[in-house]
């Protein structure tokens, strides 16, 4: 099973859906790297501040404010509770697989994750300028042309075929991750800071999160399915909390509503 990470950014806020239009489309000819590409539109009579959760999922999105004519790569450390957005938007977005950011682009992903990182800051021959004349659809040609062209000149995608390997897997231990691949904890470390921007143990409790929050939304979820990968019950409901800000049985009830 490939990894495709949740987003829920109405949980907090549900008047979220009611002002703003999101959705999430896949891209097959680039499925290797690509998660999908996003589109959030606020509906035009809105107008002030939205404020939403964004979760972490250990990926690096390449994102487009057309509003303010801005467009550069950007990860999540760690989940923001208070993601403020000023009406009306209208966003464009690609969302990479863990490490794809590096396979494409070169550069650690470290400076994406956690930080703003214009494109025009890594390519020379990108004028936003000229880019941001264009109409919407002419943009997501364009940048859908472009991630093709870096594609082609991929460097090895081990590591994002590794972050789906992990995610089938079941490791409640970060010791358990270094005997998988077999790699000291220092070499994991430097690695895993490299191509997904964060520590293996901010990795597995990434992935051990959103595996519970798929099978809670799926309403039909078994007790003892989402504690697999938890030492008891208390770890998970930490860890549910500390991630999406609410325990799981809050949870529950903010989706029911």
Known sequence: MMYKPLQIPNLHNKSYLENISY???IIPELSDYLICMWESYSYV?????????????????????????NIGYQGMV??????????????????????????LTGMEAT???????????IDDHFDRVSFFKMDDESMKNFLL??????????????YIRLFDDIN???????????????????????????HYGLSPKVILTIIRFQHCLR????????????????????HFI??????????PTEFMSLIKK
């Open 45 to 69: 009579e809105v107008t002030g501040m939205m404020t939403t959760v964004i979760v972490t999922d250990a990926c690096i999105d390449l994102v487009i404010d057309i509003t303010n004519q």
């Open 78 to 103: 760690k989940t923001n509770f208070n993601f403020k957005s000023t009406m009306p938007e209208k966003s464009i977005g690609f969302r990479f697989k863990p490490g794809a950011f590096f396979a």
């Open 111 to 121: 400076a994406a994750m956690g930080r703003y990182l214009p494109l025009e800051t």
């Open 145 to 158: 042309e472009y991630l093709k062209k870096l594609v082609e000149n991929a460097r090895d995608t081990k």
């Open 215 to 234: 099978e809670l939304v799926k309403d039909t979820a078994e007790n003892d399915n989402i504690l697999i990968n938890y030492y008891d019950q208390s």
């Open 238 to 247: 930490n860890d549910f909390k500390e991630n999406i800000g609410v325990t």
């Open 168 to 194: 089938n897997k079941t490791f409640i231990k970060a010791e358990q991750l270094y005997e998988f691949i077999n790699l000291k904890p220092r070499q994991t470390q430097r690695l895993f800071k490299k």
């Open 23 to 25: 959705t999430e489309t």
